[in-house]
């Protein structure tokens, strides 16, 4: 039996980021409410985002899931924090490539996300790591809706 | 002990996982398939396919004859009195909502009541829920006690004479759960109200009698118990299904088609629309066979055992809470868990790289899951082909996932 393996999947800043999740909570001036699940697996997420101008200004999440569902959340809460809508959802096609184990490129700086690399190489649990991101872009695609 | 030559049985269990020989431990979602059946419906396909009471040729009469044959091993293997009680369908959840569809819609009204449990799968909760929406009657969950069983005290509370349904699963799929079934037959018989049993959970595993049991309706998968996909059982007394109408109209149920109106045939055809799932009764009439030569005595006692020695290793852990009845004797071969605070899809996946495959998730029981308070558990089920080395496997793989997310934190 062996662990080696698995060290791909679960790199030290993505425990970091379950462990510590940053941007964890609900924001109480938010213009963006989205309620998303996981039916399979019963991951949940609960994104706030307040969006003016078209920018994100801040962005907050509670959920309830795996390692990898709560530390891509954290992380895209991170990232996607000053961003305009438009580049916030490109941020999550870019995102989604890294998912298929597509080639990046090398003008895109992701920073903690390139971690979740790895799970390109389990697909079992690329669901996981999307959900946060497939929130967002619901949200910044449809930032005066309130979605549930 | 069931002999491990079974294991032999399935050619799909001699294969290496992520370097490491198959530990098939999710038979609760579905099963592996023996050779035998496997060879079933190659034999089915390769020799004897045709359709079925239309053609008038050879290769028709011998489908037929596989089909009907298929029908009266499920008859024998359930103990109904006679194949016009032996629906085949899709699955139990075909199953459950063609008995909310046809008996439900035409029997249930206003006011009434229609009773399940908060262990159900959501196949038995949600055909449920449709159908109280759609006549205005009330659904009623009956609690769990502290130990995910059922008390009958509290199943005679909540059953009135109001209630026209009740619907409970045999075994459940995350506790492990046993049901006492015919004691709840009589208490919704007592109050006029027909029962439903779920027992996709109990007819791979131990030897059911419709006629002890005295259940109006029961549904069952081909699938959890050896048979292909896409093949399962609807038993109905025969009186209820008569007067009940068919839900799927055109094809093999059709008697005589006029302009304006049209009659069906009789039981059993009568509820099987289309062209019927030939060779999925044909490979589940060979799983019968396959589980009716080991035994299902033998088969339940193999899984209590199981169940029993996984739950001995397992309590070794610390920090792994097991969920439901701890007494082995009163629960199915299956164990559900969680493994201190690292969640169960993350010790799924390091469990399957070592080779071995459980569930994790809500296992379509989310208001289970919330009387459990998790959003998730892991699931490990057993069958007929796992051995204590399985479990040895299983215990040795949670033993590394707990170290691995000790060291990672």
Known sequence: MSTNNLDQLYRSVIMDHYKNPRNKGVLADNTVTIDMNNPTCGDVIHLTLQVENDIVQDAKFEGEGCSISMASASMMTQIVKGKHVDEAGKLAHVFSDLMLGKELDDSIDLGDIEALAGVAKFPARIKCATLAWKAMEKGVGNDSDTTD | ?409
């Open chain 2, 1 to 409: 002990m069931l002999s491990k030559e079974i294991r032999n049985h399935f050619p799909i269990l001699n294969q290496e996982i992520n370097g490491h020989p198959l530990v098939y431990l999710d038979s609760a979602a579905t099963s592996q398939k023996p050779r035998q059946v496997i060879e079933a419906l190659s034999n089915y396909y390769n020799l004897n396919n045709s359709n079925v009471h239309r053609g008038v040729h050879t290769l028709g009469n011998r489908a037929t004859d596989e089909y009907e044959g298929a029908r009266e091993k499920v008859r024998k293997f359930i103990n109904a009195k006679s194949t016009e009680e032996v629906i085949f369908l899709r699955g139990t959840t075909t199953a459950l909502n063609t008995v909310a569809q046809s008996y439900g819609r035409a029997n249930v009204e206003e006011g009434d009541e229609i009773v399940i449990t908060y262990m159900e799968h959501h196949s038995n909760i949600i055909p449920w829920q449709q159908l109280a929406k759609e006549k205005g009657a009330v659904l009623k969950y009956v609690d769990l006690e502290e130990d995910g069983t059922l008390s009958l005290e509290k199943v005679r509370e909540v059953i009135t004479d109001r209630t026209k349904i009740v619907s409970i699963m045999y075994v459940s799929n995350v506790l492990g759960t046993m049901n006492p079934i015919k004691e709840i037959t009589e208490i919704a018989h007592a109050h006029g109200a027909v029962m439903v049993v779920d027992a996709a959970q109990a007819a791979p595993h131990l030897k059911i009698d419709v006629q002890l049991l005295n259940c109006d309706f029961l549904a069952f998968s081909g699938h959890k118990m050896c048979g292909p996909t896409g093949i399962g059982v609807l038993y109905g007394k025969k009186a209820l299904l008569n007067n009940m109408e068919p839900v799927e109209f055109g094809g093999e149920m059709i008697d005589f088609v006029g302009l304006y109106e049209s009659t069906w045939k009789e039981l059993p055809w009568k509820f099987e629309g289309g062209t019927p799932i030939i060779a999925g009764a044909v490979g589940l009439g060979a799983a019968i066979d396959f589980l009716e030569e080991i035994g299902l005595d033998h088969i339940e006692r193999h899984e209590h055992e199981l169940a029993g020695y996984a739950m001995e290793r397992m309590s070794e852990i610390d920090g792994l809470t097991i969920y439901g009845p701890l007494d082995p004797e009163k629960r199915a071969g299956l164990v559900t868990f969680n493994l201190n605070d690292v969640h169960p899809h993350d010790v799924a996946t390091v469990l399957d790289m070592n080779g071995i495959a459980v569930r994790a998730g809500h296992h379509c029981a989310q208001p289970l899951m919330k009387w459990l308070d998790v959003s998730a558990t892991a699931r490990a089920s057993f069958y007929v082909y796992n051995t204590e080395a399985d479990v040895d496997r299983l215990v040795d793989g949670l033993r590394i996932a707990k170290e691995y997310f000790n060291d990672v934190y």
